[in-house]
């Protein structure tokens, strides 16, 4: 299947062919190569796979296009857990969550995104979507602090559910929507990230 692939390194002639964009880029780098679009973006569809805030201006993916590009947030998608690449590696069966407010899109890229091993669950919370997948990092740290020192099942339960509630006040005080906290794309993402050997926490 490598054949299908067109790979290059100039943004702009990519941007320009394509009519849907992944940003899988590192928040830490995202703005720099992100500000190196020049050509005509209005009628993309972008779709976020970056877990964090852009430090230089402080903003989610999703709203940094919409603010700062004009892309309207129909056209804007997002790609969360609870899943961890190691094991869809491995083809054991995982679940992503794609977040975005039209219905039509959600449908064909969802699909797109589906294997015999992978499911997609929908979401229309676009920007609590990309909240909790940066604030469970945060969690998960505290998670893998806490496995480093020691304790056990008893105390990372009591991280996790604090955790979550947390996350609850925090997201509801950014977007207040009706959310279920308890769905995947909240509280799957950050048992996953919190509990997994996979996780990076384990070894920061």
Same mark, same amino acid.
């Given at each position: 299947?490598?054949?299908?692939?067109?790979?290059?390194?100039?943004?702009?002639?990519?941007?320009?062919?394509?009519?849907?964009?992944?940003?899988?880029?590192?928040?830490?780098?995202?703005?720099?190569?992100?500000?190196?679009?020049?050509?005509?973006?209005?009628? $993309?569809?972008?779709?976020?796979?970056?877990?964090?805030?852009?430090?230089?201006?402080?903003?989610?993916?999703?709203?940094?296009?919409?603010?700062?590009?004009?892309?309207?947030?129909?056209?804007?998608?997002?790609?969360?857990?609870?899943?961890?690449?190691?094991?869809?590696?491995?083809?054991?069966?995982?679940?992503?969550?794609?977040?975005?407010?039209?219905?039509?899109?959600?449908?064909?890229?969802?699909?797109?995104?589906?294997?015999?091993?992978?499911?997609?669950?929908?979401?229309?919370?676009?920007?609590?979507?990309?909240?909790?997948?940066?604030?469970?990092?945060?969690?998960?740290?505290?998670?893998?602090?806490?496995?480093?020192?020691?304790?056990?099942?008893?105390?990372?339960?009591?991280?996790?559910?604090?955790?979550?509630?947390?996350?609850? $006040?925090?997201?509801?005080?950014?977007?207040?929507?009706?959310?279920?906290?308890?769905?995947?794309?909240?509280?799957?993402?950050?048992?996953?990230?919190?509990?997994?050997?996979?996780?990076?926490?384990?070894?920061?």
């Amino acid at each position: 299947k490598t054949n299908r692939l067109n790979i290059g390194c100039d943004i702009n002639k990519i941007v320009a062919e394509v009519d849907v964009i992944i940003v899988a880029i590192p928040s830490n780098y995202a703005f720099k190569e992100i500000n190196k679009i020049n050509t005509n973006i209005s009628e $993309k569809i972008f779709i976020s796979a970056v877990k964090g805030v852009l430090p230089e201006s402080m903003k989610v993916l999703g709203t940094f296009f919409h603010e700062n590009f004009k892309i309207p947030y129909a056209q804007i998608g997002v790609i969360a857990g609870p899943c961890h690449a190691e094991e869809i590696a491995m083809e054991k069966l995982s679940y992503l969550t794609f977040a975005c407010s039209n219905v039509t899109y959600s449908k064909v890229i969802s699909k797109w995104l589906k294997c015999k091993y992978v499911r997609v669950t929908i979401s229309d919370d676009i920007t609590g979507t990309e909240f909790a997948a940066m604030l469970k990092n945060c969690y998960a740290i505290a998670a893998g602090i806490a496995h480093g020192l020691g304790y056990g099942d008893n105390f990372m339960s009591i991280l996790m559910s604090n955790s979550i509630r947390e996350m609850k $006040k925090f997201i509801d005080s950014v977007t207040k929507v009706n959310r279920n906290i308890n769905n995947s794309e909240y509280l799957g993402d950050l048992l996953v990230s919190g509990h997994s050997s996979f996780s990076r926490n384990r070894r920061l």
